[in-house]
Every structure is written in C-alpha cells, then in structure tokens.
C-alpha cells in the first residue's frame, strides 16, 4: 500500500509541477524509448512470453494494478490461465495504436491511451483504457504499475 500511496502522490506532483512548464528538448528522445519499450511489451504479451516479460518488462518488485500490488512469482503464476481464457476467446494480440506518453522526469513516464485486444482474424476483441507507470534505472525502462480504465477517461499532458 505505501508503494501504492508513494507512486500516486509522486505522479500527483508531478503532474501539477510540470503544468506549466514545456517540454524538456531531450522528452521526444525519451518519448522514443518509451514507445519502442511499449511495442515490445506488447508484442511478448501477445506472444506469450511471460518469461521475457519478466526479464525485460516487468520492474523486479512486481506489479501495481486496480487489483493491488502481484510479485513477479504471483505474475508468473497467473499468466498461464489469463492466458489461456483470451485464447480461448479467439485473442490474436494487443496493442495501443494512440497513446499519451507523459514524461514526468528523464526517469518516470506515463503512458494512457485506448488498448485493443484484437482477434486472430484482425476484428476487435475488447476495447480498454490502459494507463501504465514507468521507470528507468541503469537496466532500461520498466513497467511498475498498469491501471485498466474506461476508455474515453486516459490520461493527457499539458505539453
């Protein structure tokens, strides 16, 4: 729960911090790195590779979502079932084709948008608002926490 609080009221002040400021001239390049982090994210979970997922995604503390903070080894349990309950329903991928990437600082980003769950012939599955928290440390970006949404309520920047 205090990382829960911590990263809410981080991402509060920041927030209203950087309201009135411009974007930092280096943000598109973290802007960059950001949207290629998050098309690998999408095309292992898509695959299914919730061991790359984990090596390359997930931040090593686990996980914050609407469900509560899950550890890696709780992750890794329930991906397996998840999993199996999209295929089953004819899931194909997932993806974010617009999202909002708000730099807080050259180490947290935020990113908002209107996910997709796609069919294994193309046509949509679902349609979700996803919002995830990022940070990066010496080993690159990873994903601390993602919040499902109604989908017309995603999170903007003011720049």
Not at 77 to 94: I, N
Not at 131 to 142: F, H, I, N, Q
Request: include cysteine.
């Amino acid at each position: 729960m205090r990382v829960a609080a911590g990263i809410v009221t981080m991402f509060a002040m920041t927030v209203l911090a950087s309201a009135g400021q411009t974007a930092a001239p280096n943000d598109q390049a973290i802007k960059a790195e950001v949207n290629a982090f998050m098309d690998q994210y999408w095309q292992l979970f898509s695959a299914g590779k919730i061991d790359e997922l984990v090596e390359r995604i997930y931040h090593p503390s686990g996980q914050l979502s609407n469900q509560g903070h899950a550890s890696i080894e709780e992750l890794k349990k329930r991906f397996p079932d998840s999993r199996k309950t999209m295929l089953a329903g004819g899931y194909g991928r997932s993806n974010m084709p617009v999202r909002n990437i708000c730099v807080v600082s050259p180490t947290v980003a935020v990113v908002s948008g209107r996910g997709i769950r796609y069919l294994t012939d193309g046509k949509v599955m679902a349609e979700f608002g996803w919002t995830y928290t990022l940070l990066k440390d010496p080993a690159g970006w990873r994903m601390v926490a993602i919040f499902t949404h109604d989908p017309n309520k995603v999170l903007t920047c003011a720049n």
